[in-house]
């Protein structure tokens, strides 16, 4: 059972966890280095505890105390409770869900067991938007995708942000990184994956001539905001994709076009 601690000062040195959380570039470093993320408001908090993974410690204004009781009860955590105003000047921001989490990271899989299990999985180059990665989390959750894999310079799915926004889908996903890139990309293809490239050029194939949906197994690539997949990518690609565009459109949000994407690599496949 989590213990009810009272706190009034916010250099109280229990509260490590979770000062400074608006410092994107602290954060990135110390996060990942401390074994730890957080996760922000009740159903985020709920969906990493069911996800299997261990709380560090709890942060709650009082009025929040009822109604994580549960979860209070549950947690061999300590449970760290402050006025608003308090949680504002530890955190940097006014914390409006009212329940913050610090919860321990697992070990990473390694991409080699994740492909050994998955039929469709999304492989992301240099996306650094935290945003866009939970955006792509999201969908790739809710439309059946296996596995996500990440070059080294993609943004953390466990940052605050890339957590939030998607509600919690990261958790949903198994995720790994690849060690090196583009090289990693050839263990996706020696394990039976067509690698398909996701990108605006006209030269690209349309996504539903490709049909996608009746291969075997697939490998979307997707590349970051703006600048897209790099040439080095798109060379180790087996095929570039596009989805069509009218009204003299001639892309879409990578969040966007990653769901539209999801969607015909998946069809017809049955979803958990």
Same mark, same amino acid.
């Not at 039929?119 to 792509?136: C, F, K, L, P, Y």
């Given at each position: 059972?989590?213990?009810?601690?009272?706190?009034?000062?916010?250099?109280? &040195?229990?509260?490590?966890?979770?000062?400074?959380?608006?410092?994107?570039?602290?954060?990135?470093?110390?996060?990942?280095?401390e074994g730890l993320f957080i996760a922000e408001g009740e159903k985020v908090?709920?969906?990493?505890?069911?996800?299997?993974?261990?709380?560090?410690?709890?942060?709650? $204004?009082?009025?929040?105390?009822?109604? @994580?009781?549960?979860?209070?009860?549950?947690?061999?955590?300590?449970?760290?409770?402050?006025?608003?105003?308090?949680?504002?000047?530890?955190?940097?921001?006014?914390?409006?869900?009212?329940?913050?989490? $610090? @919860?321990?990271?697992? &070990?990473?899989?390694?991409?080699?067991?994740?492909?050994?299990?998955?039929?469709?999985?999304?492989?992301?180059?240099?996306?650094?938007?935290?945003?866009?990665?939970?955006?792509?989390?999201?969908?790739?959750?809710?439309?059946?995708?296996?596995?996500?894999?990440?070059?080294?310079?993609?943004?953390?799915?466990?940052?605050?942000?890339?957590?939030?926004v998607p509600m919690g889908a990261v958790f949903s996903v198994p995720y790994?990184?690849?060690?090196?890139?583009?090289?990693?990309?050839?263990?996706?293809?020696?394990?039976?994956?067509?690698?398909?490239?996701?990108?605006?050029?006209?030269?690209?194939?349309?996504?539903?001539?490709?049909?996608?949906?009746? @291969?075997?197994?697939?490998?979307? @690539?997707?590349?970051?905001?703006?600048?897209?997949?790099?040439?080095?990518?798109?060379?180790?690609?087996?095929?570039?994709?596009?989805?069509?565009?009218?009204?003299?459109?001639?892309?879409?949000?990578?969040?966007?076009?990653?769901?539209?994407?999801?969607?015909a690599v998946t069809a017809g496949r049955p979803t958990e």
């Amino acid at each position: 059972m989590g213990e009810l601690i009272t706190i009034d000062t916010p250099d109280d &040195p229990r509260l490590h966890d979770y000062t400074g959380l608006t410092d994107v570039e602290l954060r990135r470093r110390r996060e990942p280095a401390e074994g730890l993320f957080i996760a922000e408001g009740e159903k985020v908090i709920r969906r990493a505890g069911d996800a299997g993974y261990a709380m560090r410690s709890m942060l709650l $204004s009082a009025k929040w105390v009822d109604t @994580m009781r549960d979860v209070i009860d549950e947690a061999p955590a300590p449970v760290y409770v402050v006025e608003p105003e308090l949680a504002e000047r530890v955190t940097g921001y006014h914390v409006h869900r009212g329940a913050l989490a $610090s @919860m321990r990271r697992k &070990p990473l899989h390694s991409a080699a067991d994740l492909l050994r299990a998955a039929r469709r999985v999304v492989v992301m180059e240099s996306v650094n938007d935290h945003t866009n990665i939970g955006a792509i989390f999201r969908s790739a959750a809710a439309l059946g995708i296996d596995a996500v894999l990440l070059s080294p310079d993609c943004a953390d799915p466990l940052y605050r942000r890339s957590v939030k926004v998607p509600m919690g889908a990261v958790f949903s996903v198994p995720y790994a990184r690849l060690d090196t890139w583009p090289a990693g990309l050839a263990t996706v293809g020696e394990a039976g994956f067509t690698l398909l490239a996701l990108t605006p050029d006209e030269r690209a194939e349309p996504l539903d001539e490709v049909a996608p949906h009746r @291969m075997d197994r697939v490998a979307l @690539m997707l590349g970051a905001e703006g600048d897209g997949l790099s040439r080095r990518a798109l060379a180790a690609a087996d095929r570039w994709v596009r989805i069509p565009m009218s009204h003299g459109v001639d892309s879409l949000n990578v969040g966007a076009a990653a769901a539209v994407a999801f969607y015909a690599v998946t069809a017809g496949r049955p979803t958990e």
